[in-house]
């Protein structure tokens, strides 16, 4: 992945004749290391994108806009003050560094004309987006503040005077010389590459490996190296380059540039692109949308999971509780014996031995000295009572708790199976309103907006005989389709005692044959935790018998005439969403 300075530089020409002269009309934050600028210029709109994230860093326009929050960040805020209604008037890269400036002519509150400078740092962990004064050169803020703490040599802090980053004693990839090529060609064939990566600036490992690949054995002064890199500035220059998107045998984005890179030609399919821009948006939304989806399925499951445990345990522990309190009949008879033998205890024993009219055997029981023999005897038949409620509780504690463990299987077997982040972040809005996650901060119209916008969480089959059978992606889907959507005539599917979708095959009007009854059956089985099986058991019957407990959880019911039947799982080849 190799934002380098030749991309850059790229980008900047890119920039330079599409958005000189526009003017910034809006300005959002979507995430706290993005910034998302719309600039109207020449009778068209742009959308300016700017990532400071430490490991997808760059700047490109953008054909979507991301999602925005409901509350501004402040830095957001302070930029709309301060850019908003402004013109680019320049767009330079600093020398071949991964550094981009954009100069923007602006009106203070006074109604002077006043100049800033937007400045974008492309370095891995440590990139940046700073807003300066164009004159004074005075930081007015940025996305990431470095205190003195975090760096002795270079602070980024409001009010500090703005300084580049430490140079690294490279050479510009933009007039580096003939005669200082041959320097450091003057190094092994198997660590030219190196030797180029450390003494230009603006090459990435990629760049460098293929300017090395041109050396040729005996050349002592670079020439076919600096022949190259010739050609590679005069590409650069009039724009004579097609950006390329590498991709392994899944499809998946792993390099991209505007040049070839001679490591991955022949081994990777390409994809080519008209525009910079074009190429970087494809190649980020693909290779971090991935990475995002990976991410929050994995954040998701470690919720679930960690819940699940603590579940468990808790199951553990009330039937380790039963268990102890099943021996209370003991507490009872030890109660009984007492009572029956009140003459033969003093107050102030410490134990009697009894004999057990029930078996004929004799017993031991311990007593309280500080009791009277009658009030140990009722001590006993409080222990007695107080077990058989506990018992009582407990397995009402025990049918609550499988309750919760239902459904967090449910939810677990869903996030395995979601296919988008838009269906993570469902689930993940259902385990907020479940309690299992902090509900986040939004707009209360803003969210209706979004929720109203959402695609519907369900899939569409059809049975070979034509009727439709829909199936919910999570568990509040699971509820609207069976509850709101569904005809009382309309058949219910479920897999047995397995987590899973709710299936429903609409009769609509029509007569259910045996063949959709075990096509709708292979559906459901195929949207459950049983999906890897065979002869999976799935319960059905009509939505009439399904009833929702009150306060059950999303998903959660119970249903009656039932029947059953073992499938294997499947799903017509057809499907809509």
Sequence with gaps: MAFDGIIVAKMAK????????GKIDKIYQPETDELLFHVHSKSNSYKLYVSSSGGHARFHLLSKSPE???????????LRKHLVGGRIINITQVDSERILEIDIA???????????????????KHSNVILIDATSRKIIDSIKRVTLDESRVRQILP?????????????????????????????PAHVLGKSLLHGIQGLSPAMASRLASFFTPGDLTGESVYAELLAMRE??????????????????PIDFHVFPIPELEGVCEKLEFETLSECLEYYYYNKTGLNRFKQKTSDLEKIVRSNLDKLYLKKQRLLEDILAAESSDLYKLYG????????????????????????GTEISISLDKRLTPSQNAQSYFKKYSKAKTAIKEKNIQIHENDSDIEYLESVFSYIENASSVDELDLLRDELASSGYLRARKEKTKQANVKQANAKPAT???????GLRVMVGKNNKANDTLTFKTAARTDIWFHTKDIPGSHVILFADGKEIAETDIFEAASIAAFHSNGKNSENVPVDYTEVRYVKKPAGAKPGMVIFTNNKTVYVNPKVPVSISS
């Design 14 to 21: 890119e920039l330079s004749n599409l958005l000189i002269g």
């Design 68 to 78: 925005n929050p409901g509350t501004p960040f402040a830095l957001c805020m302070l």
């Design 106 to 124: 602006t009106i203070n509150e006074l109604g002077f004309s006043v100049n800033k400078t937007l400045i974008f740092e492309v370095m891995g």
């Design 159 to 187: 009010g500090r005077e703005y300084l580049y980053p430490p140079s690294q004693d490279k050479i510009s990839f933009k007039s580096i010389a003939h005669g200082e090529i041959a320097k450091l060609c003057d190094s």
């Design 235 to 252: 590409k650069l220059e009039t724009g004579n380059l097609t950006p390329i998107v590498y991709l392994d045998d899944e499809r998946v």
């Design 336 to 359: 009984e014996l007492i009572t029956a033998n009140l003459y033969l205890i003093k107050h102030g024993d410490t134990g009697v031995t009894l004999l057990n009219y029930y078996d």
């Design 459 to 465: 899939l569409k089959y059809e049975t070979s005989t």
